[in-house]
């Protein structure tokens, strides 16, 4: 089961889309092209945001139907502003919100390891794919240290506020890895399990285009440093100006990507 955070702030889609958005659609552009689906799915993808990977379907994969599920209100708006060839709706990976054998594919980007209870949703994903519809989805390997610039934040805060290790998402999110993925999904039923790594750039022009966006509330991260004194902010800055100096430029990002049968 997931932990959750206080710092977990899923609104401000915007936001959202700066901090993590423009990443997610980067993956979802990889993940896609090599999945390979056929044309004429059903899909719907789980914990959509702001919609990143649904508008990769619809603009990639010649899909029938793509709905977008989102616990948040304010993703699930922001999404609906943004993509039109998709259908988006509140609700939570553990109920989704459409019947039994009703999609293709059940995808999803970036938000397994968020959900509350991990198995309940992997039930609820068998329960609304049809017989021989196929399981993809994709989390970044926050053990591993797989997201640089996160992986730099939290060192940094760890160092400065001894309290901030626990809500590293490498700390909270122990399972993020090939075997531990690979392990969820086979004891929920699925077979012909596959996991394999997607890496990414994730390049900032200077140290503010990379400070900027943990300043914008939305995330993990971001949602820690709004509650931080101004001084502590400024001191946590400071130490991450010296250590990527001349870096920022150079930061990658690697994503465990899964697929799966529904027998």
């Known amino acids: 089961m997931a932990k959750s955070s206080d710092h977990d702030t899923w609104s401000l889609g915007h936001s959202y889309d700066e901090y993590m958005g423009r990443w997610s659609r980067a993956v979802a552009a990889r993940f896609l092209d090599e999945l390979a689906p056929a044309p004429d799915l059903e899909w719907v993808d789980v914990g959509c945001g702001t919609g990143a990977l649904a508008a990769r379907i619809a603009a990639a994969c010649s899909p029938l139907a793509v709905t977008g599920v989102d616990p948040s209100a304010d ?38 390891n968020f959900v509350p209870d991990r198995p309940a949703a992997l039930a609820e994903f068998r329960r609304v794919c049809r017989p021989g519809g196929t399981l993809a989805f994709y989390v970044w390997d926050y053990p591993g240290g797989g997201v640089g610039f996160i992986d730099e934040f939290w060192r940094h805060a760890s160092v400065l506020d001894p309290a901030a290790g626990a809500l590293d998402e490498a700390a909270r999110f ?90």
């Open 75 to 112: 993703f699930v708006a922001a999404a609906a502003a943004t993509v039109t060839a998709a259908r988006f709706e509140v609700g939570t990976a553990d109920a989704l919100p459409l019947g039994p054998d009703s999609v293709d594919v059940v995808a999803s980007a970036l938000a397994y």
């Open 174 to 263: 122990p399972f993020c890895t090939d075997t531990g993925l690979a392990g969820d999904v086979i004891a929920a039923g699925f077979a012909d399990v596959t996991v394999r790594p997607i890496e990414i750039a994730t390049p900032f022009v200077d140290f503010d285009a990379f400070w900027h966006p943990f300043t914008l509330g939305a995330g993990p991260a971001p949602g820690y440093l709004a509650g931080l004194e101004p001084e502590a902010c400024e001191r946590l800055r400071g130490a991450l100006a010296v250590t990527l100096h001349g870096r920022t430029e150079r930061l990658t990002a690697r994503a465990w990507a899964v697929t799966a049968t529904n027998p």
